[in-house]
């Protein structure tokens, strides 16, 4: 009966007539009525991700499904604002694009900024949709995937050709057919049939700002919901050009930074008075962030002769088949940090695929005086946003550092109480995944590697106020075969300041012809004057693959720890392994390994593997795999990160499992394997 109803209403539209503003802006009206939002099913799943044009499945942050009622009668764009009545409010806006095109690379700010002024200019309420109003419209009376039913016709959704998706999830290097529309060459609007309200490109084209607070659903009907009370992000509906048919259900959800602009997203108008709903609280407080002792305490040096080991135990845990917000797929590029409160914080990132849209950060709590890492809770997640390689630094004081890579740009933020609470982001560019572990330099400037090819630093001189970058300069000869530029210095480089000032950075270089440069070995950089500038030698020690990246700090002793792997995960049929010293003599020792300089860089003089020893024991590293630790076998691959903590041992964590030791540990001799 409710399906019939709110069909009716669409029927009377039809002979309706719209109404067209000062701006020539087309609105036609969207009568009340009830709808079921969100959509239940099945979970979306590793299948779903791999094979992305099976698109039936509903994602976490949809359920549960739940009636709402729109009560007012509202005035919505028959298409997205287009560039030419941006352009309107703001004459110099991207003048070489048409204006027929939706209006993109618009901030949520900058949307609402032009609704006021179009406001102001007609003396009416102008505004963005609420998310609850969003999705009814798009709707339009149905209860399917699309308003056009359970798929979207064959060319609906384009496909830009420089996006490269279709060599890596399918198998032929073809976009199936739903994805083709080869006859669409720009973002001009109403390209596609509209629904049965006539408005048209609710399903791609350009994503599009909604007014809401994101957060997760209540299970009770709603009446002109409008969100939550506040958040990080703000919702944006529809989905875009370019992005899986899935992405672009009408009951799909994602949201971003308010502050930032990309050029898939823009927004539709809405004209109406805003609904008189009540906001829901803020999201709930995730484990990792619940009940944190305050402040911070003093904690005393161990004594540094005394050798300490504990055995591996994992910090990642997250349930058997879990897919949203938490995913037992695949769980990687951890960072850790001591707080202030002496607690230990994880933080990684979790999907299904390292290029979904679902990719998330993660985290876990080491609370102090406990044993056990608690279980993963949500820390940072923007949906339908793959926000990638996450790093966490103390400053030593009260302030925590969370860095992480958004859509288009590099973000900081910021916790002055323990990682319970977290500042807005600050944007830094160019974008890119940080490399390792942030340090700070004498003069007290802030430093982390970035993997971006046109820079190799992002640094901060106000304490990461405001961050930014030197461009890289390259000579011919810094340049490989084809034309790329050799990245400085590699990808995932951990750094440390060395005694003279220079920075130093270990790095991962894949490609064999960068690798053979360097003799198979793992390249240092050197840098004086903040990244613009590098020169680079092989180290002593073997290179590294994918699914593997070195740690380097420095210890409260002044010496140089580096932790990296014997062999290329990539060729770990093929180990060679690298010689360590026992008791008695030398052997031969495969996987994760320590070495320790007293000359900043020069020697490496302290060699072990890290690993209990003993029987063979098998233990779960990244993925669930197993991998087998003895004396002469360590973990072989994962993505580490490290540091020390104030008690003076070295907390070290793979892309699963926790250990700690200590430098005396490091120098003590193993007994004959």
């Known amino acids: ?151 979207l016709p064959n060319g609906f959704q384009s496909w830009s050709s420089d996006i490269g998706y279709a060599e890596r999830y399918f198998k032929d290097g073809v976009l199936p057919q739903p994805y083709r529309k080869e006859t669409k060459t720009s973002l001009r609007v109403a390209q596609t049939a509209p629904n049965a309200w006539g408005l048209h490109d609710m399903h791609g084209n350009v994503a599009e700002w909604c007014s809401d607070w994101y957060g997760p659903y209540e299970a009770s009907d709603q009446t002109d919901p409008i969100g939550r009370s506040e958040g990080d992000f703000r919702v944006f509906r529809g989905g875009h050009h370019s992005a899986f048919v899935r992405l672009l259900r009408s009951a799909n959800r994602a949201a971003w930074l308010p502050q930032t602009r990309n050029n898939k997203t823009g927004f539709r108008l809405v004209l109406g008075e805003y609904p008189k709903g009540q906001t829901l609280p803020p999201s709930p407080v995730p484990l990792n962030a619940q009940n944190v002792r305050p402040g911070a305490i003093k904690i005393k040096k161990a004594p540094q002769d005394v050798p300490v080991f504990l055995a591996p135990k994992p910090f990642v845990k997250v349930t058997p088949d879990s897919f949203g917000p938490l995913f037992s797929s695949h769980n990687h590029s951890p960072a850790i940090t001591e707080c202030p409160n002496g607690d230990l914080l994880a933080v990684w990132y979790s999907c299904v695929d390292e290029g979904g849209a679902e990719l998330n950060n993660i985290a876990s709590r080491l609370r102090h005086g406990s044993h056990e890492w608690e279980p993963a809770s949500p820390f940072w997640d923007g949906p339908d946003v793959n926000d990638h390689g996450p790093k966490l630094w103390w400053d030593g004081q009260r302030t925590l550092y969370h860095l992480v890579r958004g859509r288009d740009e590099n973000l900081i933020r910021t916790s002055k109480d323990n990682g319970v609470t977290w500042s807005r982001p600050v944007i830094a560019q160019p974008v890119g995944e940080f490399g390792n572990q942030l340090i700070r330099l004498a003069d007290n400037t802030f430093v982390i590697t970035n993997d971006a090819r046109q820079s190799s630093l992002v640094f901060s001189q106000d304490e990461g106020k405001t961050w930014g970058f030197n461009n890289v300069q390259q000579r011919p000869s810094d340049f490989r075969p084809g034309g790329k530029g050799y990245r400085y210095p590699g990808i995932h480089a951990p750094i440390v300041q060395l005694a003279d000032g220079r920075i130093m950075a270990f790095s991962r270089n894949d490609p064999p012809a960068d690798q053979a440069r360097f003799d198979f070995k793992t390249p240092i950089s050197y840098s004086s004057d903040l990244g613009k500038t590098w020169t680079y030698t092989a180290s002593g020690f073997p290179a590294i693959s994918s699914v593997q990246r070195a740690a380097l700090i420095r210890l409260k002793d002044d010496a140089l720890l580096l932790c990296s792997f014997t062999d290329q995960w990539r060729d770990w049929k093929n180990r060679k392994g690298m010689k360590f010293k026992s008791k008695t003599g030398e052997f031969t020792g495969y996987g994760m390994f320590a070495a320790v300089s007293f000359d900043e860089g020069k020697t490496w003089p302290v060699r072990k593997l890290i690993t209990p020893g003993g029987k063979d024991q098998s233990i779960n590293m990244i993925d669930r795999g197993l991998c087998v630790l003895s004396d002469t076998m360590a973990e072989p691959c994962g993505y580490l990160a490290a540091t020390q903590t104030r008690d003076g041992n070295i907390q070290l964590i793979t892309s699963k499992n926790h250990y700690v030791f200590n430098l005396a540990w490091l120098k003590a001799l193993p007994e004959v394997p």
């Open 1 to 151: 009966m409710k399906f019939t109803a709110v069909i009716w209403f669409a029927a009377s539209l039809a002979s309706a007539e719209p109404i067209t503003n000062s701006l020539g802006m087309k609105l036609v009206r969207i009568e009340p009525g009830s709808f079921i939002m969100g959509q239940d099913g099945p979970a979306a799943d590793y299948k779903m991700v791999k094979h992305p044009e099976k698109f039936d499945d509903a994602d976490w942050d949809e359920k549960p499904a739940h009636r709402v009622m729109i009560t007012q009668p509202f005035y919505m764009g028959a298409t997205e604002v287009t560039v030419g009545q941006y352009r309107q409010s703001d004459p110099e806006f991207r003048s070489k694009v048409s204006d027929e095109e939706a209006v993109s690379a618009i901030t949520w700010d900058q949307a609402v900024k032009f609704c006021v002024w179009l406001s102001q200019k007609e003396d009416k309420t102008y505004r963005l949709p609420t998310e609850a109003e969003w999705e009814y419209a798009c709707r339009a009376g149905t209860t399917t995937l699309f308003h056009t039913g359970d798929a």
